[in-house]
């Protein structure tokens, strides 16, 4: 393992002309450890594009090996809506870097503390418009299969996501608002689920919250009604909405023919302790 003293210079010859010094220096750079991509911001502005076209893979492979070493830890934590955040900002972390740690917490607190101040008695369904049509975070109609759809510090900065994705934002700003929104593992389509006067709606936050009422499911679904509403009517817990977003990841990266996260993201499927 080399320290931070070295590092200057296995930069410096990182693109030398001669393949068999590179060779060496990335090999220097792969066993340098987990402290690497924190190190390599002191040597920013010499790393020009020939030079992170080489060592980006390096990085992105410690990347992989700090989720894999800290993805569990999401799985101890027993309150869901807990559980279900940290493994969103564990995502981030992976696909953002992990020199500065991302604090989800309070990006989903200022969302919740606008709320709150503008509707004082707000319910989920002021909470949808709120989120869906006045701040206009809307579903990635375009680029659908960009990895970043996933992410949801991504998708409060650029105001776009997937169903699912957008789902939880709505359930994590909703809980931190004293509301119940629950996830619904509807079949194709990710959606929130609320209860008004004991019957429960179902919101589609791809499609600017829209509201979807029990009397229209059997036009919806017609000849599958009763096994809809058996999902719709049973408790979707965080491992499920998880394991449904890393299938999401595996399935992005693919489309992107990054065969390597691709296949990264399927076997943390299979190694977590669901």
Request: hydrophobic residues 40%; charged residues 25%.
């Amino acid at each position: 393992m080399s320290d931070i003293n070295t590092l200057q210079y296995l930069v410096d010859l990182v693109d030398d002309e001669t393949e068999e010094v590179r060779n060496e220096i990335l090999k220097e750079l792969i066993n340098y450890g987990s402290n690497l991509e924190e190190d390599l911001r002191e040597f920013s502005d010499e790393l020009d594009e020939q030079k992170l076209k080489l060592i980006n893979p390096i990085i992105h492979e410690n990347r992989r090996q700090w989720l894999f070493e800290n993805w569990n830890s999401w799985l101890s934590i027993n309150d869901d809506y807990e559980a279900l955040e940290k493994a969103m900002e564990l995502i981030i972390g992976f696909q953002e870097g992990i020199v500065e740690q991302i604090n989800l917490g309070n990006f989903l607190d200022h969302y919740a503390e606008e709320f709150m101040n503008k509707f004082p008695y707000g319910d989920e369904f002021d909470l949808a418009n709120f989120l869906f049509r006045e701040k206009e975070i809307k579903g990635a109609k375009q680029d659908y299969y960009n990895p970043y759809n996933s992410n949801l510090k991504f998708a409060l900065e650029f105001k776009t996501g997937l169903p699912i994705t957008l789902t939880v934002l709505y359930m994590l700003v909703g809980n931190r608002a004293g509301l119940f929104i629950e996830g619904c593992n509807f079949p194709g389509h990710f959606l929130a689920k609320i209860k008004y006067d004991d019957e429960i709606i179902l919101v589609d936050c791809f499609n600017q919250g829209r509201m979807i009422y029990e009397s229209e499911l059997s036009n919806m679904v017609k000849n599958s009604y009763s096994a809809v509403m058996k999902i719709i009517t049973s408790y979707t817990p965080a491992s499920t909405i998880v394991r449904r977003i890393l299938n999401n990841l595996s399935n992005a990266y693919k489309q992107k023919d990054d065969r390597i996260n691709s296949d990264f993201f399927l076997n943390l499927i299979k190694t977590t302790s669901w």
